[in-house]
Each structure stands twice: as structure tokens, then as C-alpha cells.
């Protein structure tokens, strides 16, 4: 069975610094989707970046960017320039190829404190 | 920006009493899920369901739990005799289609069980 790992319960960052939050995830197939999510405290689950694991480049969105590491089944978030909205939950997700389960596999997630 | 809205947003029942728990998909969203998260625990899958029927469920999802499109808007997820291990925040979720698009949330229920 798939299993997703944050292993960072809790992480904090100053405001405009960087930070990364890990996740690995364990799988045997070789095309797969990986999601980040953000709940911002007592808010809805939001998309902030997607990967297609057939995909060799690393995706990004604005502040936000992957490094996603096939062969080590790692797949980092990294905030630039970290905003006190950032502060938030933050889940890695992983969901099968096209055509097996669409359920989402989450880790327990990462709070992340961004400081003024 | 359209979004999945759920109702209530805080539920509180007697054990033993059914409860049920509403959801608005995204209007053009074909693949609908619910999810729970038990607190200090991960999100977990519950069921997905897609064309009026249950696509794929978890092993949580047994005959205590029901879901239903009972319109063209609404998703219900029933529990018809709570338990107090039934206590969580259930997510519900829809996306458009299955190859990979994402599933987009709801706020969530809190679901308390007394």
C-alpha cells in the first residue's frame, strides 16, 4: 500500500526567508500524481502545486516550487520569500496513475509558523 | 473562484443517532470523495462516487455509512448509528475528472459524538 511520510511535525520560518518541508512517499508504480496542499487554521484544504511523476521538471506556482526526486520518492515543497499568510497546515499527498485508485494517500501534515 | 461548500460546519449528536453531512461539489465537477480526519491523525480516504454510484471505498466505509447525489447539486454522506470513534472532521472534495486533476475541499464538518 502507498504511504506518504512528513517527517517534520512542526517547522517555522522568518518572514521573507525560505523554507522546505519534506515529504517521501513509498510506491511501486512508476506513473503516479503528487499534491501539496495548504489549510490555512479553521479553512479549506487548498491546491498550492501538483506533479505528474512521468514529468522530469520540477513544478512550480509563483513563490512556490517542488523538488521532486523520482528514484529517492522524495517530493519537497519550498517557500521563497515566506508571507505571514503562508502560515499554515501543510499536507503532501499522493494519488495512483490514471486508471488505479483515486483516493489521495496524505501525510500528517506540517505546520508551518512564518515569524514577522 | 468557485469552491466546495459544506454544511454544517459543526455537527453535534447523541451516539447511537444518524447524521447526516451535506456537501456542494463544483458545479461542473463529475468525481466527488469524502474524507476524515480524526484528530492528531492523517486525512484518511472514505469513498469516492461518480456517475450516481460508489467508485471505490475505504475499509471505513462500512454499512454504517451511505452516500447519496440525492439532486443535481447536493452529496451526502450518512452515518445512520454514530459512534463515538465516528468523531472527526469530514472533507468533502470533487474534481472534474480522473487523470490526475486535482480534488478541490470543503471547510469541512466537525463532527462531535456524545
Known amino acids: 500500500a502507498q504511504t506518504v511520510t512528513q517527517s517534520q511535525p512542526e517547522m517555522s520560518v522568518q518572514e521573507a526567508e525560505t523554507v522546505t518541508l519534506s515529504c517521501t512517499y513509498d510506491?511501486?508504480?512508476?506513473?503516479?500524481?503528487l499534491f501539496w496542499y495548504k489549510q490555512p487554521p479553521s479553512r479549506q484544504m487548498i491546491l498550492v502545486i501538483r506533479?505528474?511523476?512521468?514529468?522530469?521538471q520540477n513544478a512550480t506556482e509563483n513563490r512556490f516550487s517542488v523538488n521532486f526526486q523520482k528514484a529517492a520518492k522524495s517530493f519537497s515543497l519550498k517557500i521563497s520569500d515566506s508571507q505571514l499568510g503562508d502560515a499554515a497546515m501543510y499536507f503532501c499527498?499522493?494519488?495512483?496513475?490514471?486508471?488505479?485508485?483515486?483516493?489521495?494517500?496524505f501525510g500528517k501534515g506540517t505546520k508551518l509558523t512564518v515569524n514577522p | 473562484e468557485p469552491e466546495v461548500t459544506q454544511t454544517p460546519s459543526h455537527q453535534v449528536t447523541q451516539m447511537g443517532q444518524e447524521v447526516i453531512l451535506r456537501c456542494v461539489p463544483i458545479?461542473?465537477?463529475?468525481?466527488f470523495y469524502w474524507y476524515r480526519q480524526i484528530l492528531g491523525q492523517k486525512v484518511e480516504f472514505l469513498v469516492s462516487?461518480?456517475?450516481?454510484?460508489?467508485?471505490?471505498k475505504s475499509e471505513i466505509f462500512d454499512d454504517q455509512f451511505s452516500v447519496e447525489r440525492p439532486d443535481g447539486s447536493n452529496f451526502t454522506l450518512k452515518i445512520r448509528s454514530t459512534k463515538l470513534e465516528d468523531s472527526a472532521m469530514y472533507f468533502c472534495?470533487?474534481?472534474?475528472?480522473?487523470?490526475?486533476?486535482?480534488?478541490?475541499f470543503g471547510d469541512g464538518t466537525r463532527l462531535s459524538i456524545l
Open positions: 510506491t511501486s508504480e512508476s506513473d503516479y500524481y
Open positions: 499527498a499522493y494519488r495512483a496513475p490514471q486508471g488505479g485508485s483515486e483516493k489521495l494517500v
Open positions: 462516487f461518480y456517475n450516481n454510484e460508489i467508485s471505490e
Open positions: 506533479q505528474e511523476a512521468y514529468k522530469q
Open positions: 458545479s461542473n465537477h463529475l468525481y
Open positions: 472534495a470533487s474534481s472534474e475528472g480522473r487523470e490526475g486533476q486535482p480534488q478541490h
